[in-house]
């Protein structure tokens, strides 16, 4: 079975910086692809990033919004990515959720994990 | 950049057929997918690769899609397929693309 545990989530100052995990089992975690979406209160979903897997050049695109303060990173040893959030801001609260899949589907998702940016 | 366009609400009574609408420019020309989210869950795919159901999916739920219009289809709609839905591609633009979501209100 499939599973993905987002956690790191939180309260953080505008400014502030924040690293979400996403622990990942029952599938070949070191071939997938692996994004990250995001939903802020009462809207609709909207695309943070992707990562490769290394045997595709684990390379990484980000959404506008977020492109030069987000960073996603993986660990295929330990089966978990990451999301390295800097320079936050007001606009970046939201529920953030890893999912499997690369750019066409996102077949599995998280449970989610709640950043809220406020003073 | 690209964009796709939901009604942002589809009402239907239960038992009858559901469609809710995706409009994009060329969206046939792309693989289009479907996302039902419940209040306080996680999305959940229901159609991908225009008209796929991923494994345990009930056979009610289908999809099409051509010209500039994606269409998710809900026969004999039940009161548990009351939520959110998202329709979801991708463009060399934009990179993934989500609709904005139709909520679907079954009475």
């Known amino acids: 079975e499939v599973q993905l545990v987002e956690s790191g989530g939180g309260l953080v100052k505008p400014g502030g910086s924040l690293r979400l995990s996403c622990a990942a089992s029952g599938f070949p975690f070191n071939n997938a692809w692996l994004t990250w979406v995001r939903q802020a209160p009462g809207k609709g979903l909207e695309w943070v990033g992707r990562i490769k897997s290394k045997t595709d050049g684990g390379t990484t695109d980000y959404a506008a919004p977020v492109k030069g303060r987000f960073t996603i990173s993986r660990a295929d040893s330990k089966n978990t990515l990451y999301l390295q959030m800097n320079s936050l801001k007001t606009e970046d609260t939201a529920m953030y959720y890893c999912t499997t899949g690369g750019d066409l589907t996102f077949f599995f998702w998280g449970q989610g994990t709640l950043v809220t940016v406020s003073s | 950049s690209y964009e796709l366009i939901q009604p942002p609400s589809v009402s239907v009574s239960p038992g009858q057929t559901a469609s809710i609408t995706c409009s994009g420019d060329?969206?046939?020309?792309?693989?289009a997918c479907w996302y039902q989210q419940k209040p306080g869950q996680s999305p959940v795919l229901v159609i991908y690769d225009d008209s796929k159901r991923p494994s345990g999916i009930p056979e009610r739920f289908s999809g099409s899609n051509s010209g500039n219009t994606a269409t998710l289809t809900i026969s004999g709609t039940q009161a548990m397929d009351e939520a959110d839905y998202y329709c979801q591609s991708w463009d060399s633009s934009t990179a993934v693309v989500f609709g904005g979501g139709t909520k679907l209100t079954v009475l």
């Open positions: 060329k969206v046939g020309d792309k693989y």
